[in-house]
Nanobody
């Protein structure tokens, strides 16, 4: 069974940091792109960042560029999202998703994905 499980969310004060993890089972990260999304109450889902497992190329939304860092540990089948300098507007449920055969470099993040996780809540207090 294919699964993506997010963890690492929580409550943090503005200016603080969190590291989210997206652990995959049932498939390997080889030749996959992994994306992080977020959705706040009453708002549309927003793409945050993505990474290609094949070449490590990454992409960030302007809203998180310079504050968030995405990385992949293919041996652990896990992708991380290090979030620094968090702001109240970063509050949302964060989801990870995976798609086979997509390379981020030069193209940005995929629009569609094959697998989705259940999400983890991130709350940033002011």
């Amino acid at each position: 069974e294919v699964q993506l499980v997010e963890s690492g969310g929580g409550l943090v004060q503005a200016g603080g940091s969190l590291r989210l993890s997206c652990a995959a089972s049932g498939f390997t990260f080889d030749d996959h792109a992994i994306g992080w999304f977020r959705q706040a109450p009453g708002k549309e889902r927003e793409g945050v960042s993505c990474i290609s497992s094949s070449d490590g190329s990454t992409y960030y939304a302007d809203s998180v560029k310079g504050r968030f860092t995405i990385s992949s540990d293919n041996a652990k089948n896990t992708v991380y999202l290090q979030m620094n300098s968090l702001k109240p507007e970063d509050t949302a449920v964060y989801y990870c998703a995976a798609i086979f055969g997509f390379v981020v470099a030069g193209k940005g993040c995929p629009v569609e994905y094959d697998y989705w996780g259940q999400g983890t809540q991130v709350t940033v207090s002011s």
